[in-house]
């Protein structure tokens, strides 16, 4: 990777259970840059790009949030003067303190605020990580525990896109954040800190890009080794931008679908058809993936396969409700097997004690 961080700093945050306080620990200066910072901030955009389930909006527009302590107001001042990082995030942390107050739950995480660069895109990244107790054993064999930061349970954590943001500050996908955790939203307080709203739907621009690579594989008659083939093209595509960060480009992907030498391509196809696609938006790769495969799980059973078995190999019976499986894979054939045989075994083995217990004299005297 080529990430360049321009300023970055760290503050901690503790907010006990019941509490209305937060104490906050800040650094004296800015942090040096170093190796160590770096792999730790390129840790970071792999995770967040790692994220499945993100949504994509912009600041708040409106007199009621144009003042001095807003976060839009303290990120265009720092804009503006760029060696003025440390008030900017010293005011951020106070915003979110402010935010964490407002709700009765606990707290605890190293709030970290970056300005980088990284594949020619300039972002402003703010994370809350929390913290995760681990134990270790030292020379003498003594177990302590101690604690570390977990940068794989990041789950609040916000990306704002600077350029996109510089060009079109009413715009409402440029700033991306993870959905939600486990028991409450996200946007109880860290979208409130940051002043956020959401904005483009990117799980419904995935559905709606997923019916139009349908359609057209179905409009240009393509037979079904054709049709696959288009479908893992849109899959390779969109897991290639989400790796990378970048937004699905309608016509960047319309390169990449094949067409017949006369056919039509696909970027002309969804500009002549209502599909509501913008010409280049965030998307959820969960619904992409959806598109080679079909898959499901519930009540124990998990399912999956690919959709180019479906009627042939996999066919399923609507009136019954039975999905039938005609090409078992080698692994799980041998597993079914040793169950049949564990089966039988045990079915024997019950079958040849009771034949013991009805032959066996009886202990008891006749009448």
Not at 16 to 40: C, H, Q, Y
Not at 117 to 140: N, Q
């Amino acid at each position: 990777m080529s990430l360049i961080i321009t300023n970055i700093d760290l503050h901690y945050l503790t907010k006990a259970e019941n509490s209305a306080e937060v104490k906050i620990t800040s650094n004296k200066g800015l942090i040096e840059v170093n190796e160590k910072i770096n792999a730790f901030m390129e840790n970071l955009h792999s995770t967040y790009n790692s994220k499945g389930s993100k949504s994509f909006g912009g600041f708040k527009q409106g007199p009621e949030v144009d003042n001095a302590q807003s976060f839009m107001k303290l990120l265009q001042d720092y804009l503006d003067d760029q060696e003025q990082f440390v008030p900017f995030s010293n005011q951020a942390v106070m915003r979110l303190k402010l935010e964490l107050e407002k709700y009765e739950l606990a707290e605890t995480g190293y709030l970290v605020t970056c300005h980088y660069e990284m594949l020619g895109g300039r972002y402003l990244f703010v994370c809350l990580l929390p913290v995760s107790e681990h134990y270790y054993v030292d020379g003498e064999l003594n177990i302590s525990a101690d604690t570390h930061v977990d940068t794989s349970k990041m789950t609040l954590a916000a990306r704002i896109d600077l350029f996109e943001y510089e060009q079109n500050p009413q715009g409402n996908r440029y700033i991306s954040f993870i959905k939600g955790r486990a028991g409450r939203k996200v946007a109880d307080f860290f979208l409130d800190f940051l002043g956020c709203e959401e904005g483009i739907d990117a799980k419904q621009q995935s559905h709606n890009l997923v019916q139009a690579v349908e359609d057209f594989v179905n409009v240009n008659q393509l037979n079904p080794e054709e049709k696959q083939n288009t479908r893992k093209e849109l899959l390779s595509y969109c897991k290639e931008q989400n790796q990378l960060g970048q937004e699905v480009k309608l016509k960047e992907l319309s390169e990449v679908i094949p067409v017949e030498d006369n056919g039509e391509k696909f970027f002309e196809f969804c500009q002549q058809n209502d599909y509501e696609l913008e010409e280049s938006f965030p998307h959820e790769q969960a619904v992409i993936n959806k598109v080679t495969k079909y898959s499901g799980y519930g009540a124990g059973i998990s399912v999956s396969f690919e959709r180019s078995h479906f009627g042939s190999d996999v066919r399923y019976n609507p009136e019954k409700g039975t999905l039938t499986i005609y090409k078992v894979p080698p692994n799980l054939k041998e597993q079914l097997l040793k169950l049949i045989e564990d089966h039988n075994k045990a079915q024997d083995a019950v079958s040849d004690d009771s034949n013991t217990a009805a032959t066996a004299p009886s202990d008891s005297a006749p009448f």
